[in-house]
């Protein structure tokens, strides 16, 4: 078979497709998860953490470069996922339990290495999958389980497996979401864990917008409300006064673009977190458990406000910076045709000024002319005088007359060839 030449990415976009193989699951099963918030210069730190507990167990560590990895330890089998700012740690125990909640599969892992875990956690959930009890959950066991808080249930998958949770952190720092098994396949077990917690993971990195987002919106009121204040100012304003207030409007405008640089990147996050958030319930297909209310409807209900309010300060932004900009453009405008007016002004000016020192400059011009020639018929008449004195038939008198039209003529045509020599002088 010929050889092809492949792309340079080929292998690695298809290893991608590839690389996160789904935990096959069945009950009874125990899952805690943890989604850690980490810098994006944590990533070696990370790694090398993950290879110290691969190094306590005694298995082999993960490839430096690997973004997501699985491994049985044991006592607990872990699967680690990298994602940018932000990477979750989930610990899976097969086996027998009681109570669901009662011996999670964290408090098998080594504390000291918890406690040195990089990054800050973001989201702390147990998940305990058992087989559906032959009797329907009598309330004030979901009330134990959860602490009294009021939960939220649906059967999932068109019904092969009912969930409840309260999406609350309890006393451990842990919410807690339990399963029960009525027809799961080992495969959609661990799709519709993964489902669960990445809701949550995905619920939380949404909702992290929204205390800048309400922080911001008070600023932005402000700036309407300076910016309406300012356009009704524009109207009324004197000439002379519109270049402090075009200063004014480019402070504000400043303050918006602030309040853009600062959220933007934040907002557009939490809708893409939305998204997902809503991706993922659609795929449990949830059915309503008599009496309570679906995850839907808790995520509707808690989510929709917070990100409604996202998007208020989203469109309010874009909506300021907009008629900030037409009402620069517009006192733009008017402080260029006053500064066109007062241009033209001075260049009357200058061009009377001009003008007059022409007239001054063809007097000058005269006086000169006629300067020049006194003292050159005076020169002439000394001549003359001289040659009389020596015996030559000279009339001094005559000759002088007659040389003053001469010298007048020869001192006008020199000083206008000077003038016009400097004038050609200075146009190159």
């Known amino acids: 078979m010929a050889i092809l030449a492949n792309h340079p990415q080929r292998f690695a976009l298809n290893y991608e497709l590839h690389a ?12 805690s998860y943890l989604a850690v918030c980490t810098e994006p210069d944590g990533r070696q730190a990370e790694y090398e953490h993950l290879v110290e507990l691969c190094t306590r167990y005694g298995v082999a560590s993960p490839a430096a470069d690997l973004t ?6 044991g006592v607990f089998r872990l699967r680690w996922e990298h994602r940018p700012n932000c990477s979750s740690y989930t610990f899976f125990r ?7 909640f009662a011996d999670p599969v964290i408090g098998s892992v080594p504390q000291d290495w918890l406690e040195k875990l990089p990054g800050t956690v973001l989201v702390a959930a147990h998940m305990a999958l058992r087989a559906m009890p032959p009797v329907k959950h009598a309330d004030d066991e979901l009330a134990q389980l959860f602490e009294g808080n009021p939960i939220n249930a649906s059967r999932v998958g068109d019904g092969v497996a009912s969930v409840v949770t309260d999406f609350r952190i309890h006393a451990d720092g842990f919410s807690r979401i339990l399963i029960d098994d009525i027809r799961l396949a080992p495969g959609q077990a661990g799709r519709t864990v993964l489902r669960l917690f990445e809701i949550e993971t995905y619920l939380m990195r949404a909702l992290q917008a929204f205390p800048l987002a309400r922080a911001t919106l008070p600023v932005l009121v402000d700036a309407d409300a300076q910016l309406a204040a300012l356009i009704t100012e524009m109207a009324e304003v004197h000439s002379k006064d519109e270049p402090a207030l075009l200063d004014r409007l480019t402070r504000l405008a400043a303050t918006v673009e602030g309040t853009i640089s600062a959220t933007l990147y934040r907002i557009c996050t939490a809708r ?9 319930i659609a795929e449990l297909r949830e ?7 679906t ?6 209900r808690r989510l929709l406000p917070a990100m409604n309010t996202c998007e208020t300060v989203a469109r309010l932004q874009e909506s300021l910076s907009e008629r900030i900009s037409r009402a620069s453009e517009l006192l733009r405008t008017r402080v260029d045709m006053t500064l066109q007016q007062q241009n033209q002004i001075i260049l009357n000016a200058t061009a009377r000024r001009a003008r007059m020192q022409l ?5 000058v011009e005269g006086l000169s002319i006629a300067a020049i020639s006194y ?12 040659l009389k004195a020596g015996g030559a038939p000279v009339n001094p008198e005559i000759v002088v007359g007659l040389a003053i039209p001469v010298v007048v003529i020869a001192a006008a045509v020199g000083v206008r060839r000077i003038r016009r020599a400097v004038q050609r002088a200075e146009l190159s």
């Open 20 to 31: 996160r193989p789904l935990e096959a699951l069945q009950a009874p099963e125990q899952a």
């Open 68 to 73: 997501h990895f699985q491994v049985d330890l």
């Open 94 to 100: 097969h086996g027998d339990f009681e109570t669901p």
């Open 272 to 280: 893409a977190h939305q998204e997902l958030v809503t991706r993922r």
């Open 287 to 293: 059915q309503r458990v008599e009496g309570l209310p």
């Open 295 to 300: 995850l839907r409807e808790f995520v509707e």
């Open 359 to 363: 007239r001054l400059q063809e007097t």
């Open 375 to 386: 003292y050159v018929a005076g020169l002439i008449a000394y001549l003359a005088k001289a």
